[in-house]
């Protein structure tokens, strides 16, 4: 793993000095300890900041091809390099060292942007292309490894970086300091700013599975990867199972490819069960394995965890988060660059924090979720869809006087609250159904939050782009993308495209980067992703309780433990609910109700107070919306203030 910046300009008074590109990197140093390296080019700047795990004494970059035309920096691992390394070696080319590095240049070479179609693993990488004066940028297909871009067409100009906080290293001049009014409302729907937007305005992500060319001075942006997910293929289950095990425990096989030493996460759910089952069978010692709990039961796993370990053999580790991690936030608002509200960063950062310090690289299972129906709200799709082909009158009964009726729990994770979610948006189609159990702040939660000036602010800026202008259209689109298979596949094609990269992705790659651990996912291999995608729904989901992931647990049945096989799944959340109106309350008062918070012109004060006060004193649970206005200032601290 490491971390990338440079530019590119096509008018020489606006290079980049070295003095400016030795900023950037220096914000990128967690992200690379090991070793650091520029190339300076009349046209074009690199920067790299590494973290040593393949070829530790060869890999140093940026890195050139032969007679030093073509140059490279490159962050993550290519798992499939040393077939295409045989492969160029065939054409004739000359390679130095041993690492996937070198790889890319000659590969470019041959293939141009071509090349991207043949990568397998986690990347995002920027190539100069002297003699053409073209920056060529990329990101891996599931968007594992982070790019962020400002691009200037009226000077002509590119600066990129791994990180935001890379180009804010940049002065005002080419890096405006100015909120996006439609990133800010997005942040407050999803808990996160989705791509291509960031929190800033002028400044954007490249999307998972694209290029960006940039040549004398346009830009342009193109997919080279999409999976189908309209195309159903069904065939025998013995079929699914035999290709699953075959190509999950490939993906798993390549990812435990390492200089370094190597572990996993290990939560004692389904997923990291079956990939550090498929670790230690493929290992002659046992596998290092991890896990973060919490002294409240209802959100603690460690005990399933514990049973896994025992079960394969593993050598495992327990760590605990308590409420004092509260002092841990002003560092996660600097890590993250954006307003990040998923709570779970937190417990994350810390299980990376104590597994860094046994190991150098973790394999995870994100993606087993999405790619194989493991959210009861999947299920919940299927039983709306169903109670939707209900009489009027029945639906009626349920989805407006049952949810009038039934008194409200102020308690999370109870089955009177999750009945109230299910039911509350029963009559709207699929998508808007979805994204109401999606959602932070629904549209009338925020427009009631929202100063007038706000509201102002944002239809300023939707009238510039109506396209982007409603939150709601990202996950509709994403929805599309499915339109011809059923409700629970288009939410979970919809989560590979929204929810996955950018937020459960974010979380792993900046919590871990934060402490110089690498991350591996190996669901996240596209084989793994387009076996699944086009497998039928009833291979994944069932309505009766705890049948999720059904292909999953037939073809690692001998990996999984009876407990977990048929435990329902819990989440890694936090209890902020319990938090906030316990041990942290005084300091969620002293940093959401305070004159600074208070006075920044977004929000109206009284809607902020009534928030805190009706959670804290027990009227209503606002716990996930208030950690999303605590990231939010806490952002603003560490980054515009």
Known sequence: ????????WTDRGDALSGASLALMMDRLVHRGPDDSGTHLDPFAALGFRRLSILDLAGGHQ?????????????????????ALRHRLEARGHTLRSQGDTEVLVHLYEDEGTEMFALLRGMFALAIWDAPRRTLVLARDRMGQKPLVYRYDPGRGRIAFASELKALLALPDEFVPRRVDPIALDQYLCYGYVPAPRTILEGVAKLPPAHFATFHDGRLSIERYWSPDWNAERRRPIAEDIEELRETLGDAVREQMVADVPLGAFLSGGIDSTIIVGLMQRGSSRPVKT??????????????????????????????????????????????FDEPFADSSALP??????????????????????ELFGGYDRYRALVLTELIGRLPAGPRRVLGGTMTRVLPRSTRPKTRLRALHRLLEHIDEPAASRYLGWMTTFDEPARLALYTDDQ???????????????????????????ARRRDPATRAMGADMLTYLPGDLLVKVDIASMAHSLECRGPFLDHRVVELAAAMPVDRKLRLRPGRSKVV?????????????????????????????????????????????????GIFRPEAVRDLVEHHVDGRSDHAPRLWALLMLEWWFRRHLD
């Open 455 to 481: 509201l102002d602010r944002l239809a300023s800026a939707a009238d510039a782009d109506p396209a982007m202008s409603d939150p709601a259209s990202l996950l509709s689109s994403a929805f599309a993308a």
């Open 348 to 369: 994350t950062w810390y299980v990376a924090r104590e597994t860094r310090q046994a190991v150098t690289v973790a394999l995870t299972g994100d993606a087993g979720d």
């Open 290 to 335: 991890f896990a973060i709990g919490f002294p409240d039961p209802k959100y603690d796993e460690t005990s399933y965890a514990e049973t896994a370990a025992k079960f394969l053999g593993t050598e495992h580790q327990t760590f605990r988060v308590e409420p004092a991690a509260w002092e841990t936030i002003p560092d996660l608002a600097w890590h």
């Open 62 to 82: 940026p890195l050139s091809n032969e007679d030093g035309t073509i140059w490279t920096v490159f962050n993550g691992e290519i798992y499939n390099f040393p």
């Open 552 to 600: 999953l647990k037939e073809a690692f049945a001998d990996l999984l433990p009876p407990p977990i096989r048929k435990r329902r799944k819990m989440g890694f959340g936090v209890p902020l609910a319990r938090w906030f109106r316990e041990n942290l309350k005084d300091e969620l008062r002293s940093v959401l109700l305070d004159p600074v918070s208070l006075n920044r």
């Open 1 to 8: 793993m490491c971390g990338i910046c440079g530019a590119a």
